[in-house]
């Protein structure tokens, strides 16, 4: 229960090797090419829908994961020497849904390849987890993630706040097979990569099934 502790009280955990290098490398052949820095559109691949049901039933998220809670979204993000981006520091703030929708509360309503974004209430934002599989190693050169532990627990943040917040921020490094298990309140960016190697991630999204003010996951 260390990791789950330490995951409600900073927002984050890494658990090392949830996945073996075999089965790292029966997910990369899985893997769209990559045109650009990733794809949102895996969750409905056979093989993409069993890993999320088997991190749903895994052990080493018992007390991460609440019951109930399915997966809503996967997506795959890619860094190499010609793929190569930087994301600022920010909070994920917006869910994929069904349909859209005129009901007060739901706001920032966007559209994007796969279909309608928006940012729901609060007490929405403040359950979903998001578990991020390494596929590759992901060393300080190859463009982490980096994360301001324990800002989960402030709400939205607006932006001039959160850039002075990154003075206490913690580099994610992993292993290929790790998961990065995370609150998408929790203040994060991503560097760009400085090296030679690919850094190939999978983003599982979980949520519970039952969503207020009649909205519907997509997925």
Not at 97 to 107: K, M, T
Not at 122 to 145: K, N
Not at 200 to 213: E, I, K, T, Y
Request: aromatic letters at 6%.
């Amino acid at each position: 229960m260390q990791v789950a502790d330490s995951f409600q009280r900073q927002g984050f955990a890494i658990l090392d090797g949830l996945l073996d290098a075999v089965e790292c490398r029966q997910l990369i052949e899985q893997l769209p090419s990559a045109n650009g820095p990733g794809s949102r559109t895996l969750l409905g691949q056979p093989w993409c829908a069993s890993l999320a049901n088997r991190l749903l039933c895994s052990d080493a998220l018992v007390g991460i994961l609440p019951a109930g809670h399915i997966a809503v979204q996967c997506t795959f993000f890619e860094k190499s020497e010609t793929i190569n981006w930087l994301v600022p520091v920010h909070q994920d703030l917006s869910i994929p849904v069904r349909e859209r929708s005129d009901a007060p509360g739901l706001r920032g309503w966007s559209r994007k390849e796969d279909g309608w974004y928006v940012q729901p209430p609060l007490e929405v934002l403040e359950q979903l987890v998001a578990v991020r599989v390494h596929l590759d190693e992901c060393g300080a050169d190859d463009g982490p993630l980096y994360v301001v532990p324990g800002s989960h627990a402030q709400g939205v943040i607006g932006a001039g706040e959160a850039a002075e917040m990154r003075g206490g921020e913690q580099a994610c490094l992993a292993e290929a097979g790790d998961a990065l298990v995370m609150r998408p309140l929790l203040l994060h960016r991503s560097s760009k990569s400085t090296g030679a190697s690919r850094r190939r991630v999978l983003h599982f999204l979980f949520g519970p099934a039952s969503m207020p003010l009649g909205i519907e996951w997509r997925e």
